[in-house]
């Protein structure tokens, strides 16, 4: 096990003139669970395969432990790493492609064979060890890189995307073996996906990443209520955060035919930067019917105890979309007129020429 960090890391790919990474500042502590989240593009895996030793890096460091493994091979970072893929070799078996990495390094074989069971009682596969990955299911194929990886006791896991190929009940229960899983082994490791909801329900800490730059490197639960800028508030949450411009008025703002009560400290800072609009967020279980803004209906999705109200909002720019979750039981009907407020203390106002947030 050892702490992982990124200083100043860089990768430019040749060819292209902004950075894929930029200069990447993050310290993972020893044992921790990081998820790199993002939109495709954003630099995410080139991250991850920077720290893996398979991208050059043209400017910045990389640490493992204490050792700065920024130009070392891949196999003397001690890592092992867990691909979308699977990766498998087809003609061996499981034990077999567990066990491979350790032949390679002149195990003895009766070592090698502890620990490709010791792993296997790990994942529940003790009963596969004699297969072949293609007498098994997607789920027991992942299981079977995860005992792959265990095997060799690194110092660090990688994980690329590792549950992008399985459906979406099995996503669900494999994300939670390997969060469990992470957690007894107590190995540092770093994860990539751009499921949002993958990685707030799996990393002790989150990190979001946008056209190469970090964003935002929080817990999930901070991440949800304390985004940075405009684009992590629209991009952590599942329905997204509602975003509309607003009129900065004397004692809060003004969107949809009504104002709402924002923070003098908020209003102070919003005049400082000159700003008479700002952009405003709010969360679609963050809204409650009464005297309000007016949301003109369009869509109704009732989900049992929930309804999710899909309308949209007279703002400073025209109309824009706005989704607010109800009582499913009786919800409001597409084509009707209804009017909502932000709950106490959960508006989020951002400066809506830099995106930042206001009242950090």
Sequence with gaps: MAKVVFKNATRIYPGTERPAVDNLNIEINDGEFLVLVGPSGCGKSTSLRMLAGLEPIDGGQVFIG????????????????????????????????MGFALKIAGKPKDEIRKRVEDAAKLLDLMEYLDRKPKALSGGQRQRVAMGRA???????????????????????QTR????????????????????????????????????GVLQQIDSPQNLYDQ???????????????NL??????DSGV???????????????????????????GFRPEDMQLGEGMAIAIEFVEVLGVDAYVYGT????????????????????????TIRVNVKDGHIHVFDSNTGERLGK
């Design 254 to 280: 003004e969107v949809g035919g009504a104002q709402i009560a924002v923070s003098a400290d908020i209003l102070a800072e919003a005049r400082s930067r000159g700003l008479t609009e700002v952009t405003i």
């Design 313 to 336: 909002i007279e703002t400073t720019h025209g109309q824009q979309n706005t989704v607010i979750r109800t009582d499913g039981r009786k919800p409001p009907k597409a084509g009707d």
């Design 244 to 249: 509309c411009s607003a009129y900065v008025r």
């Design 150 to 172: 265990i095997v060799r006791e690194p110092q660090v896991f990688l994980m690329d995307e590792p549950l992008s190929n399985l459906d979406a009940k099995l996503r669900v």
């Design 176 to 211: 939670t073996q390997i969060a469990s899983l992470q957690r007894r082994l107590g190995v540092t490791t770093v994860y990539v996906t751009h499921d949002q909801v993958e990685a707030m329900t799996m990393g002790d800490r989150v990190a979001v990443m946008k056209d």
């Design 66 to 97: 204490e050792r700065d493994v920024t130009h070392l091979a891949p196999k003397d970072r001690d890592i092992a790493m867990v691909f979308q893929n699977y990766a498998l070799y087809p003609h061996m078996t499981v034990a077999d492609n």
């Design 227 to 241: 985004p940075s800028n405009v684009f992590v508030a629209g991009f952590i949450g599942s329905p997204a955060m």
